[in-house]
C-alpha cells in the first residue's frame, strides 16, 4: 500500500478467494529477503510467528512454483530464501505498484487536493 | 475495487486516518444518485441503514463541501442527491480506477498469469 498525499492505491493478485501477493506479503518477501529467516522476517515486521507462516503458506499454495524455500535443521545453511521464481513475481508486482502510482498521482491534482480536509470532522454519528 | 483477470486494485482518498474515498463510498454515491434517496440507496447494496449513513456521515466530513445533501420531509421534494462537488470527486476517482487499471493490466501478462495457480493448494495450517 503506497502513500502519496492522502492517495493509497493496494494491489492484490487474487488465487481464487485468496490473496496470493499483496502489500503485506510482498513486504514480508523482502524481509526474508533481508533476513533470511522466516521468524526473523516476521518479527521485524512485528508479526506473530504463526501470522508470518500463514502468509508464507498461502503465497506458497498460490503460485505454482514455492516463493519461500526453506531449508531445516540446524547447520550453517539453516533458514529461508526467496526462490527466483518468487523474485520475478515480487519485481512484478512492485511494478504493478509503481505503473498504479504513476498513473494516478497526476489526478491526485491540486483542484482535488483543495476539496479535501486534512482531518475529518468530529463524527455526527451520536445523532444517527 | 476493479477486478481484472485475479487483479484486484482498490484506490483510497485518505483524509487523516479516515477514508474519505473508496470502492464502497463510491459504489454509494452511484447508488444515490441511481435511487434518489441514501435507505433506498443502501439497501440496493446491501447494507444496514447504520452502516449507510456512517458511510455519508464520513463523506461529508472528510471534504470541505458536502457530497450528499438530504431534503428532510415527507414532501415530494424529499430524498438525497449527489451535489456538483459530489459528483465532481465521483468522476476523479472514477478516473483515478480507470487510469491503475489501464496502467497495470499489461503487467498482468502471459508469464505471470502462467505462475498463479486458479485455485490455492488445500492449506497445510494444521502442520503449524
Not at 84 to 103: S, V
Not at 105 to 112: I, N, S, T, V
Amino acid at each position: 500500500m503506497n502513500d502519496t498525499a492522502g492517495l493509497k492505491i493496494k494491489i492484490q493478485l487474487m488465487c481464487g478467494e485468496e490473496i496470493a501477493m499483496g502489500p503485506g506479503k510482498a513486504d514480508l518477501l523482502d524481509a526474508i529477503r533481508q533476513h533470511g529467516s522466516i521468524s526473523a522476517a516476521g518479527r521485524a515486521l512485528g508479526m506473530s510467528y504463526r501470522r508470518t507462516w500463514l502468509l508464507v503458506d498461502a503465497m506458497n499454495r498460490c503460485w505454482h512454483d514455492k516463493l519461500v524455500d526453506t531449508v531445516p535443521g540446524g547447520g550453517r545453511s539453516r533458514g529461508a530464501h526467496v526462490t527466483p521464481g518468487g523474485e520475478a513475481i515480487l519485481t512484478a508486482y512492485r511494478a504493478m505498484q509503481a505503473a498504479a502510482d504513476t498513473a494516478t498521482a497526476p489526478l491526485m491534482d491540486d483542484r482535488l487536493h483543495a476539496l479535501i480536509r486534512l482531518h475529518p470532522l468530529p463524527s455526527s454519528s451520536g445523532a444517527l
